[in-house]
C-alpha cells in the first residue's frame, strides 16, 4: 500500500497542470535560472550566451514584458515583423538572421522554459512563420584548392604536423572548430577519434 501511495504522489508531481499565476516569474530571474540549467545541462557557454542574445532582442522590442508567460503567439509574430524593420547599421536585419532568432526562441521555449523548468505552459513560437529567405547557395572548393591550402600550410608552418593534422581532422570529420579543440584524451582510441552522441 505505501508503495502505490508513493507511486502516485511521484505521477501526480510529475504531471501536475503548472498554473503560472501562482509564480510571476520575471525576466532577471529567468536568466538567472538558465544560467544555472544550461550550465548543469552540459550546454555549450556559446549556446547559452546565444540564448541569452536573442532573449534580449525580445526584451528590445518588449521592454514592458514583465517575463515569459507575457509573450503570446500574437506577440511572437509581430515580434518577427518587428525584426524585418529593424536595422543594422544601414541595413535591415536579414530574413535568414530573423528566422535564426525566431528558431532560437522556440527551441529555447519549448526545451527549457516550458519542459525544464516549467516557466510557462506553452511555446508561443512553434506556430510563427518565419520570414521568406532567397536560399543560400552552397559553395565548394576543388581539390586543386585544396591541395593549394595544404601546400601553403607546410610551407607556411614547416615540419610542424599540428596543423596540417588539426585542419585535414576537422576536414574530414566536418565537426566544429570548438568540437576539436575540446578533444579529451579518452576520446583517442586506438588512432580513432570518438565524438560523443551528443555532439554528432
Known amino acids: 500500500i505505501k508503495a502505490v501511495e508513493c507511486a502516485r ?7 501536475e497542470i ?13 536568466f ?28 528590445t522590442v518588449y521592454p514592458e514584458s514583465k517575463g515569459p508567460t507575457d509573450i503570446t503567439a500574437r506577440l511572437a509574430a509581430a515580434f518577427r515583423d518587428k525584426m524585418m ?5 544601414k541595413k535591415p536585419l536579414s530574413a535568414h538572421y530573423v528566422a535564426g532568432v525566431i528558431n ?3 527551441a529555447l521555449w519549448r526545451k527549457w522554459l516550458v519542459e525544464d523548468l516549467k516557466l510557462a505552459t506553452c511555446n508561443p513560437w512553434e506556430k510563427v512563420e518565419p520570414p521568406k529567405a532567397d536560399k543560400i547557395s552552397v559553395k565548394t572548393i576543388s581539390d586543386d584548392q585544396i591541395e ?17 593534422l588539426f585542419l585535414r ?26 565524438f560523443p552522441a551528443d555532439l554528432t
Not at 9 to 15: H, L, Q
Not at 85 to 89: M, P
Not at 151 to 164: C, K, M, Q, T
Not at 174 to 192: F, H, I, P, T, Y
Open 85 to 89: 524593420t529593424v536595422c543594422k547599421g
Open 169 to 194: 581532422a576537422k576536414a574530414q570529420t566536418g565537426c566544429r572548430l570548438m568540437d576539436l579543440c575540446s578533444l579529451r584524451s579518452e576520446q583517442l582510441r586506438e588512432g580513432r577519434l570518438i
Open 18 to 30: 503548472f498554473d503560472p499565476s501562482h509564480e510571476e516569474v520575471v525576466w532577471d530571474d529567468v
Open 104 to 106: 532560437g526562441l522556440s
Open 148 to 164: 593549394h591550402f595544404f601546400g601553403w600550410i607546410a610551407e607556411r608552418f614547416g615540419e610542424w604536423p599540428l596543423p596540417n
Open 32 to 59: 538567472a535560472r538558465l544560467r544555472v540549467r544550461l550550465a548543469t545541462g552540459g550546454i555549450r557557454g556559446t549556446t547559452i550566451g546565444y540564448y541569452e542574445k536573442v532573449l534580449r532582442s525580445l526584451r
Open 9 to 15: 504522489a511521484i505521477i501526480d508531481k510529475e504531471y
